[in-house]
Nanobody
Framework: QVQLVESGGGLVQPGGSLRLSCQAS????????IGWFRQAPGQEREGISC????????LYIYSVKGRFTISADNDKITVYLQMNSLKPEDTAVYYC?????????????????????WGQGTQVTVSS
């Protein structure tokens, strides 16, 4: 059974850091693209980063580029999202999701609809 479980969310002050984890079971992330998404109250879910096993491509949306880093563990089971210099507007529920590896490719937006397996989400709150 394919399953993704996020962890690492919490409350952090502006300028702080958090590392989110996405642990896969039932498959290895080495055969997939893994995306990170977030959804703030009253807003649509948006893709913020992805990583592809096919060629190691990693992508970020403009608002998090330079602050967030996506990486995959060598065991190909866990994907991380290191979030630095957090801002109040980063407050959201963060989700990871899996897709075929070609879904995460340079020039291709990180579409919610392209991902077929989802975790349950972890809350990130950035507030003083």
């Amino acid at each position: 059974q394919v399953q993704l479980v996020e962890s690492g969310g919490g409350l952090v002050q502006p300028g702080g850091s958090l590392r989110l984890s996405c642990q896969a079971s039932g498959f290895t992330v080495g055969n997939r693209a893994i995306g990170w998404f977030r959804q703030a109250p009253g807003q649509e879910r948006e893709g913020i980063s992805c990583i592809s096993s096919r060629d190691g491509t990693s992508l970020y949306i403009y608002s998090v580029k330079g602050r967030f880093t996506i990486s995959a563990d060598n065991d190909k089971i866990t994907v991380y999202l290191q979030m630095n210099s957090l801002k109040p507007e980063d407050t959201a529920v963060y989700y990871c999701a899996a897709a075929p590896p070609l879904v995460c490719s340079t020039g291709v937006p990180i579409f919610v609809a392209a991902y077929d397996y989802w975790g349950q989400g972890t809350q990130v709150t950035v507030s003083s």
